[in-house]
């Protein structure tokens, strides 16, 4: 596929999806201070949601495809350009193409590597894309600098359930129930946790 129908492509999906929905604003809404971090979210509304942002035809598409495209074109021309990087990230991920998020965000990454944003949005996307043990990894890094971070905390036990790694998992859990203990997400961690010993040999 060339670099322009890619665009295209791109440009097609995003009117599918809530114009304007991007990364910042769903780690903000699902991993922001005081809001509850699921295992593993969708960020999609339902079917029968009412539309949101208006009607996307007219002078608001063309507005729109050529911003995706200035953006992406920036982030390729522009490799030590760390918003850039992170901002073409937020677009790919907004339409799930989690493997080009990624791409990105390790560019980000090399450019400011104590940048903790960087590191709970690529455990994040590699959360998202099932990529549990990279996504361990990366929120392994973010708590070495904020280790009481509730949303890191669950999105570390999501990533250990989520390989099948039942003590790394209770640690997890444990580590955010000390730091949270009405946190939202115990009690689904929990069953996941007890299905995921029942399944061990004995």
């Known amino acids: 596929m060339t670099r322009d129908n890619l665009l295209f492509v791109i440009i097609g999906v995003l009117f599918g999806f809530i114009v304007g929905f991007l990364f910042a604003s769903t780690m903000n809404q699902r991993y922001g201070p005081g809001a509850?971090?699921?295992?593993?979210?969708?960020?999609?509304?339902p079917a029968d949601h009412p539309p949101v942002g208006g009607n996307p035809a007219g002078p608001a598409s063309g507005n729109m495809?050529?911003?995706v495209t200035a953006q992406l074109d920036k982030a390729r021309n522009e490799p030590k350009n760390f918003d850039a990087q992170v901002k073409a990230a937020e677009l790919f991920y907004q339409i799930q193409r989690y493997d080009s998020a990624v791409e990105f965000l390790l560019k980000a990454n090399q450019l400011?590597?104590?940048?903790?944003?960087?590191?709970?949005a690529l455990g994040l996307v590699n959360l998202d894309a099932g990529h549990y043990e990279v996504a361990e990894?990366?929120?392994?890094?973010a708590l070495l600098k904020k280790g009481d971070d509730v949303a890191t905390l669950a999105g570390m036990a999501a990533a250990t359930?989520?390989?099948?790694?039942?003590k790394a998992a209770e640690q997890a859990i444990?580590?955010?129930?000390k730091v949270d203990p009405t946190s939202e997400d115990l009690p689904n961690f929990k069953t996941k946790l007890a299905?995921?010993?029942?399944?061990?040999?004995k």
Do not use: F, R
């Open 36 to 45: 509850p971090a699921p295992a593993v979210a969708s960020g999609q509304l």
């Open 65 to 67: 495809q050529a911003e």
């Open 112 to 120: 400011k590597p104590d940048d903790y944003s960087t590191l709970v």
């Open 137 to 141: 990894k990366w929120y392994k890094a």
């Open 161 to 166: 359930l989520g390989k099948g790694d039942a």
């Open 174 to 177: 444990a580590n955010l129930e």
């Open 195 to 201: 299905s995921l010993k029942s399944g061990e040999p």
